[in-house]
Every structure is written in C-alpha cells, then in structure tokens.
C-alpha cells in the first residue's frame, strides 16, 4: 500500500519494531550517514516517535544538542550518568534528593565503580570545597522532593563552570513551563516524564536533553546499548501530553496555590511546603527563578498530629486526593514519602531531612479548586 499521499496533522504510532531496507546500499547508508540519513532501522536505536518527543522537549529547553527518551524517569537519570562518568567517577549531590535517585546511584552505580556524596544543598554551592580529581557531574533538583526546597540554579551553574563539572538537573516537578536550566548553564536537564511532560498517569518515561551535541550522541548510544529506549506507544502519548503542558501547568499552579493558603490556615496542619507562599523560606529566590508567576502543582505539608496514623486518617478520608507513589496528574493524588519516595533512608535520615512521620506530600490536579478545599476540609476534620 502507498501511503505517500497521506499527510497526517498527528504523527502516527509508528508501532513496528524494525524498519524495512530495499538493497545493501540503503543499510549502509543508514549505518555510515550521520544522522542515519532521516532512515529508521531497529526501534532499540531509534524511532520517529521517540525522535519526536525529544525534539518537542529540546524545542522547550533550548537543547541544541539532543538528547533521548528512555523507558522510565530512572533510566534518564542512568543514561545521563553513564554518559558522563565511568568506573573511578565521582558524582556530587544535595543531600535533599529523591529517594530514587539515591538508590540508583548509592546501591547500583556504586557497584559499577561511580561514588556519590551527598552534601546539605545549602554547602552545595562551594563546589570547589566537596569536588575531588575524579569528580564528573553534580546532580540536583529544581525543587526538592518532598520538601520543595528551592535550588538557586544559576548559582550552582556558575560555581560548576569554575571547577569544569559538568551540571545535570532534575525538572520533573517544575517542568519546561516554570523553569529551563539550560539558560542558568546546566549541561543536561532531566525530566521523569512519566510526571508533567506526560500528565495524566498512563505513561512511564524519561527524557534527558543536553547543551552539548557530543553528550546528546552519548545520551543516545548509552540508551540504545542498554535498552533503555522509549516505546513507540509511549512515546507518542507523551508528545500528546507536551501539546497541553502550558495550560496543565497554570492550572495545576494556581489550584495548588490556592490548596496551600487553605491547607497554611487550617488548625490541623503544622507547615505547608510551598514555594508560592511568602512564608516559604525559597519564595523570594522562587519569585525570581520560576517563570510566569507559577510555582508548580506539588506541595507538601506537616500535619500538628505528626504521626503515621494521622496521615492515615487523612488517606482514608480524603476522596480526590489518594494515595499513590507517583505524582503530577491531571488527578489529584498524595504520597507518603516515609514509605514511598524515601523508604530506603532509616529514621535517622529521613527525620535529618525534616521527613517526619507526619509529612503528607500533595500532587495538585487540575479539578474545581472549591472541590479540591472541601475535600481537604473533610479530610482534615
């Protein structure tokens, strides 16, 4: 069948997991031309739909030098490190990281020869004090998971630049929309798109794009060599996702806002953990950093009864908030990061992080703000 009259608006799901050659002149070209001559071959190394995910992304951060979609938002995070150090590497990290991210780098990547410190973010900034000969890359989030501390990310870009490391930066909770590292000087921006990008909890992906052409190449023969690739199906469901982003994002800010004065004047509530509060100890830096007056539709909050029973009160009440271990859907959701995200630190950490037993992390959605506050209300009654 000849499909070349057929010119789709929407890219079609190119559900195949090989492409077709005509002669041996045609596969060669595919493996000698760079860029693969605009040809396909095997959906492990590349496809059109994951080419165009990456591409929507690169287009949002500025990332002229590629990067790759890979099947889950750890595996960006894998791709990225493997691309950038080897055995004998040494990684630097705040100590307000998440859990995931230290599992991955503490229990796995350890094991391959790559060692990570982790350091308060408020020491982070001197690099030069925690840097070692061997250090590589310096990983950190735009907002900390799950107590959304603020990271002054041009300053952690100018102080790498000084000491030649190279500055990875995790933006799942923030998105394009309200932040685009690659303009404070980060090298590569990490998003776990299974989060925003994506946006309404049916797809699992990661998506990695760098300032550097040599690191985005590096990106993408680490995924193919690995098997990290992005499927098809998934790949497009993202792209459908990235095409409502910027409104997702407004209204998952101002409900999540609005969320946050209520949640700051309730009685049963401690402390609420959200950068667009002026009583938020990042607001100002926030104020400055975020784009559009936005600050994203992830909160967290200490309940006054700061204990695990409290919290479980709440899950059981609450109608539109439940529980789930992932986070940023067009539905609202909560977590418990003591036995989600942070599981794998002991008491002793977790309480050093200001993790109680009674912190209750909030995915704000996209639904009727006055029905979001009359569920909290009954939740918290």
């Given at each position: 069948m000849d499909l070349t009259p057929i010119h789709p608006k929407v890219t079609p799901i190119y559900q195949t997991s090989v492409f077709k050659f005509n002669s041996l002149a045609e596969l060669e070209e595919y493996y000698t031309t760079p860029g693969r001559g605009g040809r396909y071959g095997y959906s492990r190394s590349e496809h059109p739909n994951s080419d165009e995910l990456v591409a929507e992304v690169a287009k949002l951060e500025g990332a002229a030098g590629g990067g790759v979609a890979t099947g889950a938002g750890l595996a960006g995070l894998l791709a990225a490190v493997l691309a950038t150090c080897q055995?004998?590497?040494?990684?630097?990290?705040?100590?307000?990281?998440?859990?995931?991210?230290?599992?991955?780098?503490?229990?796995?990547?350890?094991?391959l020869g790559i060692e990570t410190t982790y350091v308060p973010l408020a020491d982070l900034y001197d690099i030069a004090k925690w840097r070692k000969p061997t250090t590589k890359l310096v990983l950190a989030e735009v907002l900390s998971n799950p107590l959304l501390t603020v990271l002054d990310g041009p300053r952690l870009a100018r102080a790498c630049k000084e000491q030649g490391v190279l500055l990875l930066i995790d933006s799942s909770f923030t998105s394009p929309i309200l932040t685009q590292p690659l303009s404070w000087g980060a090298?590569?921006?990490?998003?776990?798109?299974?989060?925003?990008?994506?946006?309404?909890?049916?797809?699992?992906?990661?998506?990695?794009?760098?300032?550097?052409?040599?690191?985005?190449?590096?990106?993408?023969?680490v995924a193919t060599n690995l098997g990290l690739m992005l499927a098809p199906m998934e790949s497009w469901l993202a792209v459908r996702g990235l095409k409502t982003l910027r409104l997702r994002m407004r209204q998952h800010s101002e409900n999540a806002l609005a969320v946050a004065h209520f949640l700051a004047n309730h009685p049963a509530v401690e402390q609420?953990?959200?950068?667009?509060?002026?009583?938020?100890p990042g607001h100002a830096l926030a104020e400055h950093e975020l784009?559009?007056?936005l600050y994203g539709g992830m909160l967290s909050v200490r309940l006054a009864d700061d204990s695990a029973a409290a919290v479980d009160r709440f899950i059981q009440k609450s109608k539109l908030f439940p529980l789930a271990p992932s986070l940023a859907g067009v539905a609202s959701s909560c977590s418990y990061p003591t036995a989600t995200s942070h599981r794998g630190l002991t008491d002793e950490q977790r309480r050093s992080l200001g993790i109680t037993p009674g912190v209750l992390r909030l995915s704000v959605g996209i639904e009727e703000p006055a029905d979001l506050l009359s569920d909290l209300q009954h939740a918290l009654g």
């Open positions: 055995a004998g590497d040494h990684v630097l990290c705040p100590a307000e990281l998440y859990g995931g991210s230290v599992v991955l780098l503490s229990l796995e990547l350890s094991r090298d590569m921006v990490w998003h776990s798109a299974t989060k925003y990008l994506a946006g309404h909890s049916d797809v699992t992906a990661g998506v990695v794009v760098a300032r550097d052409p040599a690191i985005g190449k590096r990106l993408r023969q609420v953990f959200y950068p667009g509060l002026a009583t938020h784009l559009g007056g």
